[in-house]
């Protein structure tokens, strides 16, 4: 029988995430005010904060352990992240200039400094965690058996890797399609490989860090 603390503990963040996006997204369509019109200033702070704290809540469920074959995620990792720039820096896409720029807190330093500290924890800390536990911890197991928890980690199926990787693609922005799926599918081939649920976070992770500096250097914060 399912257990429904590890369910939760599996989907809980993921779902907390998308419905404060989906505030979000409502809160800019029904007010033109700052603080409504531009709430992932909020929004997303409030994002790191709830979900940072759901995933420590639930971390006995998680049974992460340490990264194994750690060489290969940090390759994928790279990789995607070359695949994700690639369009602006090798084919001559406009660059994604509109988004989250925490530049407008310039001149008040401290909110500045704290609004990029959370950006980037929500970026590289709770982010690739959280959505590695529910794609490749849950869905990717879930797919295969509903009592996911007994089935192991790393388990291939063709109806749970095409499943996972274009769900994980189009939970992407539309621009982003093609290199979520791409990443989708090569993130798979980290728990295929490795079979370790903390290199696909580790790897997430590093690609999301490399990301953010690129993100903070060329001001393309559409890429956020």
Same mark, same amino acid.
């Given at each position: 029988m399912l257990d429904?603390?590890?369910?939760?503990?599996?989907?809980? %963040?993921?779902? $907390?995430f998308g419905a404060l996006l989906g505030v979000n997204d409502l809160l800019k369509k029904i007010d033109s005010s700052i603080w409504l019109s531009s709430s992932e200033y909020w929004i997303y702070p409030a994002q790191t904060?709830?979900?940072?704290? &759901?995933?420590?809540?639930?971390?006995?469920? +998680?049974r992460l352990g340490w990264p194994a074959r750690?060489?290969?995620? $940090?390759?994928? !990792?790279?990789?995607?992240?070359? $695949?994700?720039?690639?369009?602006?820096?090798? $084919?001559?896409? %406009? !660059?994604? *200039?509109?988004?989250?720029?925490? /530049?407008?807190?310039? /001149?008040?330093? %401290? #909110? +500045?400094? &704290? *609004?990029?500290i959370l950006r980037f924890l929500r970026l590289v800390l709770v982010v690739p965690v959280m959505e590695e536990i529910f794609w490749r911890g849950f869905l990717l197991r879930y797919l295969i058996d509903e009592n996911f928890d007994h089935v192991p980690f790393g388990t291939f199926s063709w109806f749970s890797f095409a499943l996972v990787t274009f769900g994980f693609g189009l939970a992407h922005s539309i621009p982003d399609w093609p290199a979520a799926l791409l990443t989708g599918m090569l993130? /798979?081939?980290?728990? +295929?490989? *490795?079979?370790? #649920?903390?290199?696909?976070?580790?790897?997430?992770?590093?690609t999301n860090l490399l990301l953010g500096l690129w993100i903070m250097k060329t001001g393309q914060w559409g890429f956020w």
């Open positions: 429904r603390r590890k369910l939760a503990a599996y989907v809980a %963040p993921m779902l $907390l904060v709830l979900c940072g704290a &759901l995933l420590v809540w639930f971390w006995r469920q +998680y750690p060489g290969y995620g $940090l390759a994928i !990792a790279i990789l995607v992240f070359v $695949l994700w720039i690639a369009p602006q820096v090798f $084919l001559g896409f %406009p !660059a994604r *200039t509109a988004g989250f720029n925490p /530049n407008i807190f310039a /001149n008040q330093s %401290p #909110l +500045y400094g &704290l *609004t990029v993130y /798979n081939s980290v728990a +295929y490989r *490795t079979k370790s #649920l903390s290199t696909c976070a580790l790897t997430h992770a590093v």
